[in-house]
């Protein structure tokens, strides 16, 4: 797709100028013939759909990438039929200052347009290619390459009519060395080892060194080489094969990591089952695993006991060895599967990806050599199991500070806890951060210095107000088949324009191919779905060769690459000097808080439902989380309360994966093709949702105060004073939102547990009876649009960002 760098003010004057390309003497005679300005009109249409336009081309609809309808029966035809078949388009479409990109005429001008103005014009003059683009719209070197194109194009439809238009190579000599060579470069370190490995050397050079440390409990280096090497011993008779897999089930505690150091030692991987996981999403992960053991701690899930697998009390302290001391053998080799990370599945169930040691081994030698990190630096380990927040640390000698369960969704506990553990290294999701930047313990942490960002579209504005304080923010490209494929470290350069996608930065140790729907490497500039390959790529889906062979694919663009590339789904454009601009994604996948979401698989949960004969399910963008679910619901005879379908969904699913809104429609809006026109329902639904609870008003000022916080922060009309604010689609990160309208509207804190335990407007108007103070306005705005705290350390972090620079510290 032609994707515009930026949106133009219908005023911005244009600014012809004129580039060239030399023509060979067959294409100069054929474009010099009579009907030669008829072929440079149909070959133009090529080259457009060759950027991914389709046959003809419209314009858009509330975005910049091209819309378009094929209305050729031939998908493939012949260069000769194509430059045949040219016939007028209209060329006095309305487009209303969004951006346009090319309408094309049956004249000697072919005038692709934006904003209702020509953006090139193209016409033989003799040998060359005389190519007249606006300079506003379209820089010179994409012009020079656009006539480039054209005049290959030519060449191939005169030397060779017969080809298809799908079988001529459009990238020309120097595009192909930038796409495969300059902006792919080689692999520079390679970790032939495992992730125990690394943290055994580590262990042997600081065993007195703190490793993990949770609240009061610390651990260091060598206690916890020996309690893993304990644990390697019990589970070696179960772990007869190198990455037999083991299920490990518990919460954030130095237990769990001291299992996951002792199966890797034993020679397994291991699956994790977070205890917040429904009983039923559960089994249907224990179903597809096969697990060889279960280890549990005291928080694990009860969804695995009374399963019949051996080791199922493992991590109990009082257990006696079952070997002599010492270290087991290691018959662990770095292709071994070290884990299996579950994520939601297109196909209705969920897919586990094999993540062998080597996805990571590399990456952190080479991030080490990047940031040199050390035993100085404290990183917050906040999720389940993160790599980057923990076998990060422990292969660098660095201490992992653990959040405490159920804590690691509480902004304030984090700010203050990465604050308080003088904490430098941290992981988030944009929304997240956001949150944290209302917290002044945040903002004056002393020892924070490298914000790590993914999981979601990083807005120019919060990149901007993190490296105001001081901090070196990464912006990182990652999924759970390729481990941190792009990563961007320092600020974009100025003028900055109003990009819609966002900018992630060059491959770090992996290679990335952009490509069109036919798996062709498209030019400098045009959207492609991106395919990736390298060290960091997992080995596939578990026990679904079939997914596996539908994405993991043999590289055929790349003789001297990596054997196997991914495709993503994901779409790009690689920029001028070679960084990768994400626009979005090919397919109807969404991120909820930073979570991977199927919508499909949704949709096959709600049609589980017996009083649900279909379902839609769509993802509307955010501004406060990226996205939220939408669900549409056709009844099947009396029409279910969303709050029972809510409900449904939160016993098979994750919580991010529960939409935040279900509605009922008597039927879904289909395209002309049988499709679900999934466009149609993107609409976030205002109106309260039909509750378990009848609509009660407000019946006094404190209680009208709450019920209109809740609204704003949900993006509801009206609610009732009585209805719970997770029926009415709330979730963990809207409650802090809604504290944090609370404590403006009333200049108090709450914990988050007693605004979790209110419910309701009605509890949250108690919460605020004890105070005389009145609705501060800006309580009342969207939580993306409000007041952030004073930077209270300017001076400081200016002279910790020079300090920094001076140790070398700053990453290269």
Not at 78 to 107: I, K, Q
Request: proline residues 10%; glycine residues 8%; charged residues 25%.
């Amino acid at each position: 797709m032609l994707v515009l760098p930026q949106r133009l003010p219908t005023a911005t004057p244009p600014r012809p100028e004129r580039t060239s390309a030399r023509l060979t003497a067959p294409a100069a005679r054929l474009l010099g013939a009579p009907e030669g300005h008829r072929v440079l009109a149909a070959l133009s249409r090529l080259l457009l759909h060759r950027y991914g336009a389709g046959w003809e081309v419209f314009g858009t609809s509330g975005d910049t990438l091209v819309r378009h309808a094929c209305a050729d029966d031939q998908e493939t035809p012949t260069l000769a039929e194509l430059t045949g078949a040219t016939r007028p388009v209209a060329a006095d479409l309305p487009v209303d200052g969004e951006p346009y990109v090319a309408v094309l005429a049956d004249s000697p001008a072919v005038p692709p347009a934006v904003l209702g103005r020509p953006v090139w014009t193209a016409a033989a003059d003799g040998p060359a290619l005389r190519l007249t683009h606006d300079a506003a719209v379209v820089d010179a070197a994409t012009a020079g390459r656009v006539a480039e194109h054209l005049a290959l194009l030519a060449h191939h439809t005169a030397v060779r009519p017969r080809t298809t238009a799908g079988e001529v190579d459009l990238l020309l000599p120097d595009e192909r060395t930038l796409l495969l060579d300059t902006w792919n470069a080689p692999h520079t370190v390679h970790a032939d080892t495992t992730l125990h490995r690394m943290f055994r050397e580590q262990a042997a050079r600081t065993p007195d060194a703190i490793a993990l440390r949770d609240g009061g409990t610390e651990v260091t280096y060598g206690e916890l080489d020996a309690d893993s090497d304990r644990f390697a011993r019990r589970l070696r008779p179960y772990v007869t094969e190198p990455g037999a897999l083991v299920v490990l089930s518990g919460d954030r505690d130095t237990a769990l990591f001291t299992a996951v150091l002792g199966i890797w030692k034993a020679g397994g991987g291991f699956v994790h089952l977070d205890p917040h996981l429904p009983d039923l999403r559960v089994e249907e992960i224990l179903g597809l695993v096969d697990p060889v053991a279960v280890l549990t701690t005291g928080s694990g899930h009860r969804a695995v006991a009374g399963r019949s697998l051996p080791v199922a009390d493992l991590l109990d302290p009082a257990a006696p060895p079952a070997a002599p001391p010492g270290a087991p053998e290691d018959r662990a080799r770095p292709d071994n599967t070290a884990y299996v990370l579950f994520t939601s599945g297109s196909t209705g169930t969920p897919k586990g990806v094999v993540r062998p040691h080597r996805m990571h081994t590399s990456r952190i030698r080479l991030e080490q050599g990047m940031y040199g990190m050390g035993r100085d630096d404290r990183h917050l380990l906040k999720s389940p199991i993160s790599f980057r927040e923990f076998a990060w640390p422990l292969a660098t000698g660095g201490t992992a500070v653990l959040a405490a369960p159920g804590k690691d969704r509480d902004d304030r506990y984090l700010a203050e806890l990465i604050r308080d553990e003088r904490i430098t290294t941290v992981s988030f999701v944009p929304s997240m951060l956001r949150l944290l930047l209302t917290q002044p313990a945040f903002r004056t942490a002393p020892a924070l210095r490298h914000v790590f960002v993914g999981g979601e579209a990083l807005g120019q504005d919060l990149e901007d107000e993190l490296r105001g304080l001081g901090l070196a923010v990464h912006n990182t490209y990652t999924l759970s088949e390729a481990d941190y494929v792009c990563h961007r470290t320092g600020p974009l350069p100025e003028p900055r324009p109003a990009r819609t996608g966002t900018v992630v930065g060059v491959p770090l140790d992996m290679r990335i191919y952009l490509c069109d729907a036919a798996g062709r490497l498209v030019p400098p500039g045009v959207v492609g779905e991106i395919n990736t390959a390298g060290p960091g790529l997992a080995d596939g889906y578990l026990n679904r060769p079939d997914l596996t062979a539908e994405r993991f694919r043999p590289n055929h663009l790349d003789p001297a690459g990596p054997p196997v590339l991914f495709r993503t789904g994901d779409l790009a454009r690689h920029l001028p000097d070679g960084q990768v601009e994400y626009v979005g994604r090919a397919d109807d996948q969404v991120k909820v808080r930073g979570q991977r979401v199927e919508p499909t698989e949704v949709e096959t949960v709600l049609r589980g439902h017996p009083g649900v004969a279909n379902a839609a399910v769509v993802g509307i963008p955010d501004p406060d989380q990226g996205a939220v679910l939408v669900a549409y619901v056709v009844p099947d005879g009396e029409e279910v309360p969303p709050q029972r379908l809510r409900e449904h969904l939160a016993a098979r699913l994750p919580d991010f994966m529960v939409p935040a809104h279900v509605a009922s429609t008597p039927a879904l809006p289909l395209l002309p093709s049988g499709k679900v026109d999934r466009k149609a329902l993107r609409v976030t639904p205002r109106t309260r949702p039909a509750l378990d609870v009848p609509y009660t008003p407000p019946a006094t000022p404190g209680q009208e105060r709450a019920a209109a916080l809740v609204a704003r922060v949900l993006g509801l009309d009206t609610v009732g004073v009585d209805d719970d604010f997770f029926a009415l689609g709330g979730d963990s990160l809207r409650l802090m939102l809604l504290r944090g309208s609370l404590e403006s509207a009333c200049g108090r804190e709450f914990a988050l547990a007693d605004v979790f335990a209110a419910r309701t407007p009605r509890g949250y108007a108690r919460l605020l009876e004890d105070t005389d103070g009145t609705a501060d306005a800006d309580s009342l705005r969207r939580p993306s649009e409000r007041r952030r705290p004073p930077p209270r350390r300017t001076a400081a972090s200016a002279t910790r960002t020079r300090t920094r620079s001076s140790e070398g510290g700053e990453p290269r």
